[in-house]
């Protein structure tokens, strides 16, 4: 029944944004923390951004700083990746994440650490 679906990814050009959805289902975000992760070909799945249970804590992976935010929908139970200031380099595949918390001001860097995760959605920059 928990599930995780993400949407919103496509084409965008050098400079652009697009916001990618992660909808959640079967558990409240209220008890869990979520992570995207990204997979680009031939490397290895890295994290991005990272959200703790409360929705207060934050974390961001040093390529993205400055450019991504991570956000929460309570009434729609969603997680957001708001992507400004998109670069060639940020191709690839993204997965959000998500595990029940230790603590509400608990942040997860690690893959291990996570549960349960979506099936991904392709992001490609590109003129």
């Known amino acids: 029944q928990l599930q995780l679906v993400e949407s919103g990814g496509g084409l965008a050009q050098p400079g652009g944004s697009l916001r990618l959805s992660c909808a959640a289902s079967g558990f409240t975000l209220d008890y869990y923390a979520i992570g995207w992760f990204r997979q680009a070909p031939g490397k290895e799945r890295e994290g991005v951004s990272f959200?703790?249970?409360?929705?207060?804590?934050?974390k961001y992976g040093d390529s993205v700083k400055g450019r991504f935010i991570i956000r929460r929908d309570i009434a729609k139970n969603t997680v957001y990746l708001q992507m400004n200031s998109l670069k060639p380099e940020d191709t690839a595949v993204y997965y959000c994440a998500a595990r029940q918390s230790d603590y509400s001001g608990s942040l997860y860097y690690l893959r291990n650490e996570y549960e349960y995760w979506g099936q991904g959605t392709q992001v490609t920059v590109s003129s």
């Open positions: 959200i703790s249970s409360s929705g207060i804590s934050t």
